[in-house]
């Protein structure tokens, strides 16, 4: 796949470990992931100088986004976050 505009794809992760090290497993009914892997990311969004304007995160860049802004799509199985690059709220 491969994102159009300033959209980022991301692997949620959803495995999480706690303060004392104890890791729980996604089994655990959590709700929707808050934290991903960035798979893949589109050009960037299009200014109205006809320049782009550069995505701000890398691939393998692990980050937090808004819980409800992404959309879930499945690709041979798999499950993918695709969001704007607004909705990611920091790299960890």
């Not at 860049?61 to 409800?68: A, C, E, P």
Request: charged residues 30%; hydrophobic residues 40%; negative net charge.
């Amino acid at each position: 796949m491969k994102p159009l505009h300033d959209n980022v794809i991301v692997k949620a992760i959803t495995e999480e470990k706690t303060v004392s090290g104890i890791i729980v497993p996604e089994t655990i009914e959590k709700g929707r992931p808050e934290r991903g892997e960035v798979i893949a990311i589109g050009p960037g969004k299009m200014l109205e100088n006809g320049q782009r304007a550069a995505v701000s995160v890398q691939v393998g860049d692990t980050v937090l986004f808004k819980k409800y802004g992404p959309d879930e799509v499945k690709v041979k199985g798999e499950s993918f976050l695709i969001l704007s690059e607004s909705d990611i709220l920091a790299i960890l």
